[in-house]
Protein backbone atom coordinates (compact mmCIF):
# COMPACT_ATOMS: atom_id res chain seq x y z
CA UNK A 1 0.00 0.00 0.00
CA UNK A 2 0.99 3.20 -1.25
CA UNK A 3 0.56 6.43 1.12
CA UNK A 4 0.64 9.56 -0.18
CA UNK A 5 0.55 12.95 1.83
CA UNK A 6 -0.20 16.10 0.12
CA UNK A 7 0.80 19.55 1.25
CA UNK A 8 0.98 23.38 0.45
CA UNK A 9 -2.74 24.42 0.31
CA UNK A 10 -4.14 27.50 1.85
CA UNK A 11 -5.51 30.98 1.36
CA UNK A 12 -4.89 33.00 -0.98
CA UNK A 13 -5.99 36.31 -2.82
CA UNK A 14 -6.40 36.39 -6.69
CA UNK A 15 -3.85 36.89 -8.32
CA UNK A 16 -1.71 34.83 -5.81
CA UNK A 17 0.41 31.73 -5.96
CA UNK A 18 0.92 28.41 -4.12
CA UNK A 19 2.78 25.14 -4.56
CA UNK A 20 1.40 21.95 -3.81
CA UNK A 21 3.68 18.87 -2.96
CA UNK A 22 2.41 15.11 -2.79
CA UNK A 23 5.27 13.31 -1.01
CA UNK A 24 4.84 9.53 -1.67
CA UNK A 25 5.82 6.31 0.75
CA UNK A 26 7.16 4.40 -2.11
CA UNK A 27 9.38 5.50 -4.67
CA UNK A 28 8.10 6.60 -7.59
CA UNK A 29 10.26 6.36 -10.82
CA UNK A 30 8.23 3.64 -11.99
CA UNK A 31 5.16 5.35 -11.54
CA UNK A 32 3.59 5.79 -15.42
CA UNK A 33 1.67 8.67 -14.49
CA UNK A 34 1.55 11.33 -11.82
CA UNK A 35 -1.14 13.77 -11.40
CA UNK A 36 -3.27 16.56 -9.74
CA UNK A 37 -7.19 16.61 -9.73
CA UNK A 38 -9.32 19.14 -7.67
CA UNK A 39 -13.18 18.78 -6.78
CA UNK A 40 -14.93 21.97 -6.06
CA UNK A 41 -18.50 22.15 -4.06
CA UNK A 42 -20.78 20.41 -6.12
CA UNK A 43 -18.86 19.49 -8.60
CA UNK A 44 -17.10 16.33 -10.45
CA UNK A 45 -14.17 16.00 -9.34
CA UNK A 46 -12.01 17.43 -12.61
CA UNK A 47 -8.42 16.94 -13.64
CA UNK A 48 -5.93 19.57 -12.94
CA UNK A 49 -2.41 18.22 -14.52
CA UNK A 50 -0.83 15.26 -15.14
CA UNK A 51 2.91 14.14 -15.53
CA UNK A 52 4.24 10.70 -17.51
CA UNK A 53 7.01 8.70 -16.55
CA UNK A 54 8.45 10.74 -19.48
CA UNK A 55 7.68 13.90 -18.55
CA UNK A 56 5.08 14.33 -20.97
CA UNK A 57 2.33 16.39 -19.45
CA UNK A 58 -1.17 17.76 -20.37
CA UNK A 59 -3.41 19.76 -18.05
CA UNK A 60 -6.84 20.64 -17.64
CA UNK A 61 -8.09 23.54 -20.25
CA UNK A 62 -8.57 26.23 -17.26
CA UNK A 63 -5.24 25.63 -15.56
CA UNK A 64 -3.26 25.77 -18.75
CA UNK A 65 -0.50 28.38 -19.04
CA UNK A 66 -1.15 29.46 -15.14
CA UNK A 67 0.08 25.86 -13.87
CA UNK A 68 2.94 23.73 -13.64
CA UNK A 69 3.35 20.17 -12.79
CA UNK A 70 6.48 18.48 -11.82
CA UNK A 71 8.08 15.24 -10.13
CA UNK A 72 11.20 14.56 -8.52
CA UNK A 73 11.78 11.24 -8.74
CA UNK A 74 14.70 11.61 -6.46
CA UNK A 75 12.38 13.29 -3.58
CA UNK A 76 9.45 11.09 -4.01
CA UNK A 77 7.62 14.22 -4.86
CA UNK A 78 5.11 15.48 -6.93
CA UNK A 79 4.72 19.02 -7.38
CA UNK A 80 2.27 21.64 -8.28
CA UNK A 81 2.71 25.05 -8.97
CA UNK A 82 -0.32 27.17 -9.08
CA UNK A 83 0.45 31.01 -10.32
CA UNK A 84 -2.57 33.52 -11.18
CA UNK A 85 -4.98 31.92 -8.88
CA UNK A 86 -8.70 32.62 -9.61
CA UNK A 87 -11.70 32.23 -7.23
CA UNK A 88 -12.65 29.44 -9.74
CA UNK A 89 -9.76 27.59 -8.21
CA UNK A 90 -10.92 26.79 -5.09
CA UNK A 91 -11.11 23.15 -3.99
CA UNK A 92 -9.64 20.05 -2.41
CA UNK A 93 -6.77 19.20 -4.31
CA UNK A 94 -5.92 15.49 -4.68
CA UNK A 95 -2.43 13.92 -5.37
CA UNK A 96 -3.13 10.55 -7.85
CA UNK A 97 -0.65 8.21 -8.54
CA UNK A 98 -0.24 5.34 -10.95
CA UNK A 99 2.14 2.52 -10.86
CA UNK A 100 0.42 0.26 -13.44
CA UNK A 101 -1.93 1.06 -16.68
CA UNK A 102 -4.79 -0.15 -16.03
CA UNK A 103 -5.05 0.88 -12.34
CA UNK A 104 -6.69 3.25 -10.20
CA UNK A 105 -3.67 4.21 -8.99
CA UNK A 106 -3.47 6.01 -5.29
CA UNK A 107 -5.14 9.03 -4.22
CA UNK A 108 -4.04 11.32 -0.82
CA UNK A 109 -6.36 12.60 1.67
CA UNK A 110 -6.46 16.02 0.06
CA UNK A 111 -5.57 19.89 0.54
CA UNK A 112 -8.01 23.10 0.41
CA UNK A 113 -7.33 25.54 -1.82
CA UNK A 114 -9.48 28.67 -1.21
CA UNK A 115 -8.64 31.62 -3.34
CA UNK A 116 -10.46 34.68 -2.19
CA UNK A 117 -11.63 37.73 -4.64
Known amino acids: QVQLVESGGGLVQAGGSLRLSCLAS????????AGWYRQAPGKQRELVAVVSSDSITNYGDSVKGRFTISRDNAKNTVYLQMNSLKPEDTGVYYCNIIYHWGSGGYWGQGTQVTVSS
Open 26 to 33: SKIFSAVK
